[in-house]
Nanobody
C-alpha cells in the first residue's frame, strides 16, 4: 500500500523558514520522481517543486531562490526547505509521487502571517 505522509507545517511569521518532510512507503522510492504542490485558499493546486530520480530539480517561478527540494533515498523521504516565507506562500502543501496515475499525501498546512 502506497503511503505518503507530510509533516513540518505550521504557523510562522513572514521571513521565517520551515522544512517540510514527506515520508513514503509501499513503493520503490528511488525509482520515481517526487514533487511538492500547494493549494492556496481559493486557488487551484499548483506545482511548487519537483525532483527527478537523478536529483534534477525544477521550481515554480514564485519560489525560485527561496525553496529547495531534496530527497534522501535511504530514508524514502523528500524534503522542501522553505526560506524567506511570504504570506502568499500560505496554503496546504502536498507531496506527490510521480508513479503511474500518481499518489498524493494528505497535506500539511503552512500559514505565513504576522
Amino acid at each position: 500500500q502506497v503511503q505518503l505522509v507530510e509533516s513540518g507545517g505550521g504557523l510562522v511569521n513572514p521571513g521565517d523558514s520551515l522544512r517540510l518532510s514527506c515520508a513514503t512507503s509501499g513503493f520503490t522510492f528511488n525509482a520515481y520522481g517526487m514533487s511538492w504542490y500547494r493549494r492556496a485558499p481559493g486557488k487551484e493546486r499548483e506545482l511548487v517543486a519537483g525532483i527527478t530520480v537523478g536529483g534534477r530539480t525544477n521550481y515554480a517561478d514564485s519560489v525560485k531562490g527561496r525553496f529547495t527540494i531534496s530527497r534522501e533515498n535511504a530514508k524514502r523521504t523528500v524534503y522542501l526547505q522553505m526560506n524567506s516565507l511570504k504570506p502568499e506562500d500560505t496554503g496546504v502543501y502536498y507531496c506527490y509521487a510521480q508513479m503511474g496515475a500518481g499518489y498524493w499525501g494528505q497535506g500539511t498546512q503552512v500559514t505565513v502571517s504576522s
